[in-house]
Structure formats: structure tokens, C-alpha cells
């Protein structure tokens, strides 16, 4: 299947073609017609997948297509929400890509920075508006921004939404928009708040889903390291000299971590960066697209600082932390192997991390391929720790039910004794004091 398939004008088409793009991913596959015959979209694919073109493309043939021809102003049309800077940067860039030939314009709001430069923006016009919550309802507020003409709604990244916070912003903004909308809602995971959210924006929507498992397993090779965390750095080093200079993302829980271990990288002439909550929006803007540029080869980032990073050319990602939640692990290597590339994933994992590995694994339904052939492989001691674990789980009581149930009637029978005795004792103190006065 080609995109001219799909029933693209030529505009767009002739767009696609300059982004070097010939065949539709499978999301873009099944979202595409659905959504040109206006009717509202489920989604639930992670990052990789070609989403952002799933929604980006049908939303520009309409908005082309139903195009007032009075001269003016241009009034928002279209609203597209997003949990980061990063990411809403992003997604602007690829509606700027795509619209080279239909002559729509988009607005792209972030919180972070100064607002003027968007006020002056949003006062020109725009059809379409990229926005994260927070920024938007402040603008909202100051007059700047109506959402009253909004046809056609879209909500990118629900799960990090819920994750950041924003599912309480996001529920001020649906109150805001038309009834009568198009709306659309992308999520790599759907868990029960998600869902019912969900239900909310969308009506009797067409429901397209990528399962993570299938993505990750045809796209990225992922691998599983076992190391003490302790020599987490060392094998870090190691394999970043043996790859030599390839684009590498690694993945810190902590902004501490991440800085830890930039400095330890740099001390060993690596050159390295980080991105992180600590960092102000310019420099971690500055910093991202130094990385695209391949101005050094290794960028180490917290989960949220890395949402929106698109680098078409990543090569690795390594999980230096494992992630306590498990579908965070599918957002992380969802940045190497995107669209048609092939990426590899490694992961780092030390003898506190073996319960996430295991829930990680449950939820792609697939075991890592193990790698022993480094200094640093220590499953031995991992084994002996969860052999461990495994005897205090399985450690018969000394006592059988019979008896419990015998001694915990005993301990009731006490409690009530020992409540008398200290009633008695009360009553007896309170009448000696009343015969001494």
C-alpha cells in the first residue's frame, strides 16, 4: 500500500514525498480514511509507530478543504494537546512539513518561557494550535486564546498526561470546546483512568490498536545485561567505547543520576549531555538539538525530559535504570527503531531490580536476550538473591491453623481480662480519693 491509496490530495501527498516517505505505517494505514470521513479515533500505539502523520495528515486535507476563501484573521480550527515542550515542538515541526503545500498555519504554546513572543503569535491567527495543558488554560484565562470554533480535538500521549498530572487540566479543557467536534485520542497504554477518559472525548470512536509487544519485538533488539550497580558505569563506559560514536539515549530514573552520570562520562572523555526537570526549557531545547546534529554522541535523559525526542538516526537506547513501570520501558525503546529503522535496546539490570525486569518481560510477553559476554556479568549473585527471596516466600509457620486460631483466641481472652483488671483498678482510685477528701 502507497499514501495515494489512501485518498490524500496532491498537496500533501507531494509533501509526504519530500519527507522521503512512500508507504503508510500500519497505524497510518487504518487511522487515515476513518478520520477523512470525520468520524473520531481511539488509538492506543506507542511513539515510533508514525502516529503524529496518523492524525496530522487528515487533519490538514479537512482543514485544505473546508478553507474559508474571505480574507482576514484565521480563527483556530484545530487544537492538538500534549504533555511537553518537547514534544508539542515536535509535533508543530511535523505539521510544518506537511502543510508545505496547502498553506495552513499552526501555532506551537509551551509553558517555561516567555509568553509574549506566543501572544503575538495567537493575535495573527492560526488554523491550528499545538498546546501542553498548563500554558493553554493560562492563556485561556488572560483572553488570548477561544477554543468556541474548535472542529477537530486531539490528545496526544493520554498515559503521560495522567502520569505528569495534567488529567485535571485536561477535563477544564473538553469543557471548553463545541460539542460538535472531531475528536481524537492517542495513548501507548490504556489503564482504567485512561479509558474512562476517553469515554468522555470520544463518540462511538474507531478503535485502532498497535500492540506494543508486536512493535517492539519486529523494530528493536533488546538485550539484558546483569550487573552490579556498582559497576553500572564501568559496563556504561564499556559499551559506549565498543560501539564507538553511535547516537546513544540512556535512561536515568533520577535528574541526580543523570547528572552523576554525564560528569562520570565526560572525566573519561566521552562526550556526553543531559537532559532533565532541572533544566531550564532553552537549554534542554539547545541541548536536544545539538544531539540531532550529532554534535556528541550520547545524551542521557530522565523519562519525562525525553518525551518528543525525535532523532530519525538513533541507533541505541540503554535503560541504565530499569523502569518501576512497566510501560514506561515501551515509551523508552520506542525512540530507537522508528517509523522504518532498526534500533537496539539494552538494559541494564543490578540485584534490586529483578521484580520491574520481570513485570517488563510479563507485559511484552518475551524474555530479553541475555548478554554474559562482559566483565561486568554478575547473574550468579542475582540468582543466589532470588533464591533467597524465594525461601522466606516459602518458609513453612511452626504452627498449624488449629493452633493459631487457638493462641489468637488466648491473646482476646487476655485483652478483655487485662480491660477489667484496669476498670477495677480506676474505680477502686476513684473511690479512695473521694474518702481521703
Known amino acids: 500500500m502507497t499514501f495515494s491509496n489512501l485518498e490524500i490530495i496532491t498537496p500533501i501527498l507531494k509533501a509526504i514525498e519530500d519527507q522521503g516517505y512512500k508507504n503508510p505505517t500500519r497505524i497510518q494505514a487504518e487511522a487515515i480514511p476513518s478520520l477523512l470521513k470525520g468520524k473520531d479515533l ?45 514534544l508539542a515542538i515536535q509535533i508543530n515541526d511535523d505539521i510544518t512539513n506537511y502543510s508545505k503545500y496547502t498553506g495552513n498555519k499552526s501555532i506551537v504554546i509551551y509553558g517555561g518561557v516567555r509568553q509574549h513572543k506566543q501572544t503575538s503569535a495567537l493575535r495573527t491567527g ?24 474548535i472542529e477537530y480535538f486531539v490528545l496526544d500521549e493520554a498515559d503521560q498526561m495522567l502520569d505528569m498530572g495534567f488529567i485535571h487540566d485536561i477535563k477544564k479543557i473538553i469543557t471548553k470546546l463545541p460539542t460538535k467536534r472531531q475528536s481524537l485520542f492517542f495513548s501507548a497504554t490504556m489503564p482504567e483512568a485512561i479509558i474512562q477518559l476517553s469515554n468522555q472525548i ?24 546483569y550487573v552490579s550497580k556498582s559497576d553500572k558505569l564501568d559496563l556504561l563506559k564499556y559499551l559506549i567505547n565498543k560501539k564507538r560514536n553511535i547516537s546513544t539515549l540512556v535512561f536515568s530514573r533520577t535528574k541526580y543520576g543523570a547528572d552523576k552520570i554525564v560528569r562520570s562520562l565526560q572525566k573519561s572523555n566521552i562526550k556526553s549531555e543531559a537532559i532533565h526537570g532541572n533544566k531550564s526549557q532553552n537549554i534542554r531545547q539547545k541541548t536536544l538539538q545539538r544531539f540531532k546534529k550529532n554534535k556528541f554522541p550520547v545524551l542521557v535523559a530522565t523519562d519525562i525530559a525525553a518525551r518528543g525526542i525525535d532523532v530519525s538516526k538513533l541507533s541505541l537506547v540503554i535503560n541504565y535504570d530499569i523502569p518501576n513501570v512497566p510501560e514506561t520501558y515501551i515509551h523508552r525503546i520506542g525512540r530507537t527503531g522508528r517509523a522504518q ?43 543466589r538473591l532470588e533464591i533467597r527471596k524465594d525461601k522466606k516466600n516459602t518458609k513453612k509457620s511452626r504452627f498449624s491453623a488449629s493452633k493459631i486460631k487457638t493462641a489468637k483466641k488466648q491473646g482476646d481472652n487476655l485483652k478483655v481480662e487485662s480491660k477489667k483488671r484496669f476498670s477495677k483498678k480506676f474505680k477502686f482510685k476513684r473511690r479512695f480519693k473521694r474518702k481521703k477528701s
Open 202 to 225: 470520544l463518540g462511538s470512536p474507531k478503535r485502532v490498536t498497535i500492540e506494543p509487544e508486536k512493535t517492539t519485538a519486529e523494530k528493536v533488539s533488546q538485550f539484558l545485561y
Open 126 to 149: 492560526a488554523d491550528i494550535l499545538v498546546a501542553t495543558p498548563g500554558r493553554l488554560l493560562d492563556l485561556i484565562a488572560q483572553g488570548y486564546v477561544s477554543l468556541n470554533k
Open 341 to 383: 529503522e532498526i534500533g537496539e535496546a539494552i538494559t541494564f539490570c543490578s540485584s534490586s531490580e529483578t521484580s520491574f525486569l520481570k513485570n517488563i518481560q510479563k507485559l511484552i510477553n518475551q524474555q530479553l536476550q541475555m548478554i554474559s559476554d562482559h566483565p561486568f556479568h554478575n547473574q550468579k549473585k542475582i540468582d
Open 42 to 86: 481511539l488509538g492506543c500505539a506507542q511513539t515510533g509507530t508514525g502516529k503524529t502523520a496518523a492524525f496530522v495528515i487528515p487533519l490538514l486535507q479537512q482543514l485544505y478543504l473546508t478553507k474559508s476563501k474571505k480574507k482576514g484573521k484565521r480563527i483556530l480550527k484545530a487544537l492538538i494537546i500534549s504533555p511537553t515542550r518537547e
